[in-house]
């Protein structure tokens, strides 16, 4: 994991590389996704592609993917891309536009990769519950599993770990059963 050394807020560019992120004050270079990483986006995003839009059922979420996402003004502000994001629409009425979104999100999911794993499961997943990110998602593709968690005032919650062959209804998208077999299935 290399870092630039340390940039003031006010000299961060508007429209960063897009394999960059702003953490903690650092310009992080975000890891190339596997082939893996990439399948397990589209399936993930197929997931929650029936809660798009106001005229969906069950509905209700604005969702993107790679999505640039500002947390915090500055000299605090950090800028995450998510592997997937939602704003829930009763929060946020008009669909997020532009190539960063100030808006912060209900739900976040991180496909972890060897190289930002650690970045996921501490600094961001603190910049997410600081945020009060409601749900947020860990899909780790080595050991198969989906970690969700819900924000608590002390701290992420883990409502459940799930791998392959278990199917669960999982927060925020609980309407819907996800096969984690199908999510996980390279064959």
């Known amino acids: 994991m290399s870092t630039s050394p340390q940039i003031a807020g006010d000299e961060f560019p508007d429209e960063l590389p897009k394999q960059y992120e702003i953490v903690c004050g650092n310009l992080m270079r975000k890891a ?6 990439g399948v397990l986006q589209l399936r993930l ?8 839009g106001k005229r969906s059922a069950p509905g209700g979420w604005w969702t993107s993917t790679e999505c640039e996402i500002e947390l915090f003004a500055k000299p605090d502000a ?5 592997d997937l994001v939602g704003w829930k629409i009763d929060i946020v009425p008009k669909e997020p536009r532009g190539a960063q979104v100030g808006t912060w999100p209900q739900w976040v999911c991180e496909i972890l ?6 970045r996921d499961k501490g600094v961001k997943l603190n910049a997410y519950h600081r945020a009060h990110v409601d749900h947020y998602w860990l899909v780790d593709p080595d050991k198969q ?5 819900a924000w608590a005032a002390a701290g992420y919650q883990t409502l459940l ?9 999982a927060d925020p998208f609980s309407e819907r059963e996800l096969d984690l077999g199908w999510l996980f299935d390279f064959e």
Do not use: E, I, K
């Open 145 to 149: 599993t989906l970690t969700v968690l």
């Open 78 to 82: 950090q800028r995450y891309q998510p």
């Open 113 to 118: 990769s060897p190289s930002t794993a650690d």
């Open 161 to 169: 770990t799930a791998g392959p062959g278990d199917c669960v209804r």
């Open 45 to 52: 995003g197929s997931f929650v592609l029936p809660f798009y």
């Open 32 to 37: 190339v996704p596997t082939y893996r990483h």
